[in-house]
């Protein structure tokens, strides 16, 4: 397994903008398959973005247009660049690392490795 750490939570106002950083522990995080994730309380942790090892990227519909998942194979880091924030954004904001080659991405028992999550509020 992989050790994940998120930053670059915290409070915007709707309609503004945040990076998140999801930094791994692996020497050999080219060869996973990363995502985001979000959860927040009294609900399932839903997916919300996905970059492959050779960089095919994955989307649930309401982040489309709004939200960027890039890597940075050298840094052994995955970003979120969220803009336009909404307030129904606001969640707990979980990395999470997968081995496994095949499969549906937003499929959240995928994935070997998580983070800690960090807190991203959206205020209106």
């Known amino acids: 397994q992989v050790q994940l750490v998120e930053s670059g939570g915290g409070l915007v106002q709707a309609g503004g903008s945040l990076r998140l950083s999801c930094a791994a522990s692996a020497r050999t995080f080219s060869s996973y398959r990363m995502g985001w994730f979000r959860q927040v309380p009294g609900k399932e942790r839903e997916f919300v973005a996905a970059?492959?090892?050779?960089?095919?990227?994955y989307y649930t519909d309401s982040v489309k247009g709004r939200f960027t998942i890039s890597r940075d194979n050298a840094k052994n880091t995955v970003y979120l660049q969220m803009s336009s924030l909404k307030p129904e954004d606001t969640a707990v904001y979980y990395c999470?690392?997968?081995?496994?080659?095949?499969?549906?991405?937003?499929?959240?028992?995928?994935?070997?490795?998580w983070g800690q999550g960090t807190q991203v509020t959206v205020s209106s």
């Open positions: 999470a690392a997968r081995s496994r080659p095949y499969g549906d991405y937003s499929i959240r028992d995928s994935y070997d490795s």
């Open positions: 970059i492959s090892r050779s960089g095919g990227i």
